[in-house]
């Protein structure tokens, strides 16, 4: 800026930058300012830009173990007269996982094109 236009000013601020970067550009320095002086004036709440994720519930979950385990018998993973623990250890993993709604619709559509692929290769 000139001089005169510094003068003209009602203000005078100072950035602090590294001493080799003595000067921002203007559009980073009103941008820096703009959120500095919103921030002293109270701040204000940050929104999500999407909606969190639905988790799945207890059913949900126990539906897509139901069909899971269908899928592992077509396709000769679970021995289902010597399940051993396979069933239960899923339950526990899914549980930790937390799984979301979406995430159980995209696991029962595994589930589904194994019982295809089982069916087909059976057929």
Same mark, same amino acid.
């Given at each position: ?26 559009? /980073? ?10 921030? /002293? ?13 639905v988790?799945a ?34 339950? /526990?993993?899914?549980?930790?996982a ?14 589904? /094109? ?10």
């Amino acid at each position: 800026m000139r001089n005169e236009d510094v003068y003209r000013c009602h203000t005078c601020l100072s950035i602090p930058t590294h001493p080799k970067f003595g000067s921002l550009n203007l559009a /980073a320095a009103v941008q820096l300012i703009a959120y500095e002086w919103r921030q /002293a004036l109270g701040g204000f709440a940050v929104q999500e830009a999407t909606a969190p994720p639905v988790r799945a519930d207890a059913p949900q979950v126990a539906g897509l173990l139901a069909h899971l385990e269908q899928a592992l018998v077509a396709v000769d993973f679970l021995d289902p007269k010597a399940p051993k623990k396979l069933m239960p250890r899923l339950n /526990a993993l899914f549980n930790r996982a937390q799984l979301t709604q979406e995430e159980v619709h995209i696991l029962r559509g595994v589930a589904k /094109a194994m019982l295809e692929t089982a069916a087909k290769a059976k057929g």
